[in-house]
Every structure is written in structure tokens, then in C-alpha cells.
């Protein structure tokens, strides 16, 4: 069959390029230009969800990790490792993220560097046990791999950026500015591998290179000059990664169930844990979906970055509730070293963190504070509240989890019932500015 090939629209000033409705069937080298961030009907691509799955194993991995050490009373070094681990694997995430949605031309150069970010989050992965023991012990981090494996995806961020600086004169000046900090502050993390400090010293670099991490695309993008991501399509892929990290409750709720029927057979605790766990990870599903993410962001884009880099909090804390059914899991089998109390707030501190963390992103991203929804906040952090203290009143873990999947549910009824009213209103309010 021969005929000429339909090709990608470009433009070389103001927002960058829009795809044509037909785009090219190949994959041949092309112009890595900006795309049109009004593009009707954007959505996530195949790449980009296989790119996702990598974050599965990564996720898993310092769930993992942290339950260990959270079972054993190591509270302390359990939160400096998920810490670390978190903010790694999801600002790596971010920075693919939001440089595809504005320039994703799915060309072989552009999978292909897809494909090497995947590699090193693979190899971030497999340095997550060592670093966490060495945390554990207190006296150096062991950071060679985790550093090696978040170098890796950030090297093949920067090939993307000069790239895109020499296809796209109107974003040349930002793409270098993106190529030059972010290949600066590798240099500084893989120079932590060679001098190995203390972990007091590290921790203290951790935080200095991290800052600069998250600083880097804010001042570019305010003071240089501004990329052409899309917001529905950077929504979609927010909430994409939210869905892959509610996979780790999921995942804790069969380890948890497991447990109890390893210890008892199947009993109505089975039932319970079985149902919790399932309510908890469909509710907090739920209530993250009830926020307009794509409508505010495609009016007020400079909203972006507290909207985006808030989602830390989000990602880490759905992550933090897997590990906690985990630990709960570790007390029903009776190998934990903490008591089942202990376990409990494993299990609700996450999940306080996580209803904190999108009332706050809501909060921001409207420019409003609504009584109704401080309301559901403050019932729902009262529901959590009641689960602790039922285990500690005697409850079992099963009963302790299905009433901590209430404290989501508390915000989803009213929602359901008064609480998209009191949306919508803000909505026509915000976009009406």
C-alpha cells in the first residue's frame, strides 16, 4: 500500500506545536517540539501506562521495607527511608510527566529514552533494601544503587530537554535551563556516592539537593519561560499514578487477609479484613476523584506547581497505607514486634495524612475554604480517631480497618449528598475570575 504519510502540525512561536488529527503510524525520527496545550481529546498514551507499571515494583519495594521496620518498633528510620523513597521515585515521575505532556512526540528517540527511565527505576528499586538497613543502622546510607537508579532516569531526562532545545526555538531557552539544573544536581547526588557521609550529613544533602529538585522547574518555568503541558492531560496522568499506588493497599489487604486465614481458617475476622481493606483502597479511589483537577488548571495554570508537588503527599501516604497493612498483617500473624494498638495506627496515620494532604490540595487549588467540606475533614479525622481507639478498647485488627475505611466514606456521603453542590458553586466561582 503506498500513498504519502499524514504528519504532525508544528508551529515555531508562541505555544509550540499541535498534532495533526492524524499522526504518523511510524515511529521515525522527528522535530521534538511543543504540543498544543489546548489539544482536544488528549489522553494518556500506551507507553505512558507501561511506563507507570515500572512504578508498581518501585512503590511495592519501600512499602515493603518500611513495614519492616515499622513491625519491629523502628519507627524513625522506617519514615526517613519512605521518605527518601517516595520523594525519589515520585519526582522522577513528575518530571517525566509533565516534559511528555508538553512534548511527547512518540518518536524511537523518545521511547527509547522512555524505555532507559524504566531501567532506572528498576535499579532505584533493587537499592531500596540496602538503604533502608543502612538507615536502620545509623551510620552511613548505603545510596550507591538508589542514587545510581534515579541518576539513570534523570540523565535520560536530559537528553529529552537538549533535544527539545534544539527542535523547539520557543521553549530553547527553558529546555536549557531544564537540561543545565537538573544535570547540576545529579552531579551533586552521584558525588554523594563517591564521598559517603555520615547519615546525619547525607540527610542533610538529601534535603538541599531535594529543595533544589523541586525549586529548579519553579523558577524556570516563572522566570525563564513557561512549557506547554496540558492540563487535562496531566490530570489524567495524576490520577493514573493514584489508581497504580492504590494497588498497594490492595496488596496489603491480601497479605492482611492471608494472615488472618493462615491463622484462624476463614472466620468472620477473615470477612472483615477482607472488606475493610477492599472499602478502604475503593473509598480513597473515590474521594481523590471528586476533585476538578483538569477544569482548574486549564484555567489557572500558575496553580500547577502547589497542585503538582502536593501530590507527594497524596502518592506517599496511599503508598504508607499499603505498608501499614502490611504491619497489620505481620500483628495478625503474631511475628510483630509491636502491639496490635500500634499496628492500628499504622494503618490510620496514612490515611489521616492522605485526607489532610486532598483537603489542603483542594483547598488550594479553588482558592477557597468551604465550612461543609471542613466539616467532612473534621468528621472523617473523628472517624479515624474512633477506629484507634475501638482496638484500643478491645476491637480486633478487622474491625479497626473496616472503621478506618468510614473515615473516606464519612467525606464520599456527604459529598454525594450536599458536598457537589457546594463543588460546583466554587467552581463557577473560580472560573468566573
Not at 193 to 202: E, H, K, R, S, T
Request: proline residues 4%; neutral net charge.
Amino acid at each position: 500500500m503506498t500513498g504519502s504519510q499524514p504528519h504532525r502540525l508544528e508551529t515555531g512561536a508562541g505555544g509550540g506545536a499541535g498534532a495533526s488529527a492524524h499522526p504518523p503510524l511510524d515511529h521515525r525520527l522527528r522535530r521534538m517540539v511543543g504540543r498544543d496545550p489546548d489539544e482536544p481529546h488528549r489522553s494518556a498514551t500506551p507507553l505512558e501506562l507501561l511506563f507507570d507499571l515500572t512504578f508498581v515494583v518501585a512503590f511495592s519495594q519501600a512499602g515493603t521495607q518500611a513495614a519492616h521496620l515499622l513491625e519491629i518498633g523502628h519507627v524513625v528510620p522506617a519514615i526517613i527511608g519512605f521518605t527518601i523513597a517516595v520523594f525519589a521515585i515520585c519526582l522522577a515521575w513528575i518530571n517525566y510527566s509533565w516534559l511528555a505532556s508538553a512534548f511527547d512526540n512518540d518518536d524511537i528517540f523518545f521511547r527509547v529514552a522512555t524505555m532507559v527511565q524504566m531501567i532506572g527505576v528498576l535499579v532505584l528499586a533493587l537499592g531500596l533494601p540496602p538503604a533502608f538497613h543502612s538507615i536502620d543502622e545509623g551510620e552511613h546510607l548505603d545510596n550507591g544503587v538508589l542514587v545510581g537508579g534515579y541518576v539513570i532516569m534523570r540523565v535520560a531526562t536530559v537528553a529529552m530537554w537538549l533535544r527539545v532545545a534544539r527542535h523547539a526555538p520557543a521553549q530553547r531557552r527553558s529546555a536549557l535551563a531544564y537540561a543545565g539544573v537538573i544535570g547540576l544536581i545529579q552531579v551533586g547526588w552521584a558525588t554523594t556516592i563517591v564521598i559517603n557521609p555520615a547519615l546525619p550529613v547525607m540527610l542533610g544533602i538529601f534535603v538541599v539537593l531535594g529543595t533544589l529538585e523541586l525549586l529548579g522547574p519553579y523558577v524556570i518555568e516563572r522566570r525563564v519561560g513557561s512549557t506547554p503541558w496540558h492540563a487535562h492531560h496531566i490530570a489524567e496522568r495524576y490520577a493514573l499514578l493514584v489508581i497504580i499506588t492504590i494497588g498497594e493497599v490492595i496488596l496489603g489487604t491480601i497479605l492482611a487477609i492471608s494472615a488472618v486465614v493462615e491463622e484462624q481458617g476463614w472466620s468472620v475476622e477473615a470477612a472483615l479484613v477482607a472488606f475493610g481493606g477492599t472499602a478502604l483502597a475503593f473509598c480513597m479511589w473515590w474521594v481523590y476523584f471528586t476533585m476538578p483537577s483538569g477544569k482548574v488548571l486549564h484555567r489557572f495554570r500558575a496553580r500547577g506547581f502547589t497542585w503538582g508537588y502536593g501530590h507527594l503527599a497524596i502518592f506517599g501516604s496511599i503508598a504508607a497505607t499499603g505498608a501499614g497493612l502490611h504491619v497489620a498483617a505481620y500483628e495478625i500473624q503474631g511475628v510483630a514486634h509491636i502491639d496490635h494498638v500500634a499496628a492500628m495506627v499504622t494503618v490510620a496515620v496514612p490515611v489521616g495524612v492522605f485526607l489532610i494532604a486532598l483537603f489542603a490540595i483542594y483547598s488550594l487549588l479553588l482558592r477557597e475554604l468551604d465550612r461543609f467540606h471542613i466539616l467532612l475533614f473534621a468528621l472523617s479525622v473523628a472517624t479515624l480517631a474512633a477506629a484507634v481507639l475501638a482496638v484500643v478498647a478491645g476491637a480486633s485488627m478487622g474491625t479497626g480497618i473496616v472503621l478506618t475505611a468510614c473515615a473516606p466514606l464519612v467525606v464520599i456521603v456527604g459529598y454525594e449528598a450536599i458536598g457537589h453542590r457546594h463543588q460546583a458553586a466554587a467552581l463557577h466561582r473560580a472560573l468566573d475570575r
